[in-house]
């Protein structure tokens, strides 16, 4: 049985990665780009900057010596965002293509390597 309180685990493969520029489409930051700081596979969801902040109380700590409040990113589900093509001005999908013994990320659009 599982427990409700464990974390989702994904059989999934996610298509987008740390570094990748994307567009928010769906909630209350749609339409806003950004780059994905951080991704998280099992869990199926992306932290991308200047997106979904939230308000962090913090206790005064050694790094923090006065502590307060800390606005910071909060992870979104990734079918919340789409892949951004810079060269192109628009959104569009990852699909793998093999080129030999290698895997490569290419643009669904334009055919060109991520």
Known sequence: MFNKNSKKKSTKKMRIKKGDNVVVIAGKYKG????????????????????????????????????????????????????????INDVTRAIFKEHGDARARVCKKTGDEI
């Open 32 to 87: 806003v780009k950004g780059k994905v700081l951080k991704a998280m596979p099992k869990e199926e969801r992306v932290i991308v900057e200047k997106v979904n902040f939230i308000k962090k109380h913090t206790r005064p700590n050694q790094q923090n010596q006065q502590g307060g409040i800390v606005e910071k990113e909060a992870p979104i589900h990734v079918s919340n965002v789409k892949l951004y093509n810079d060269k």
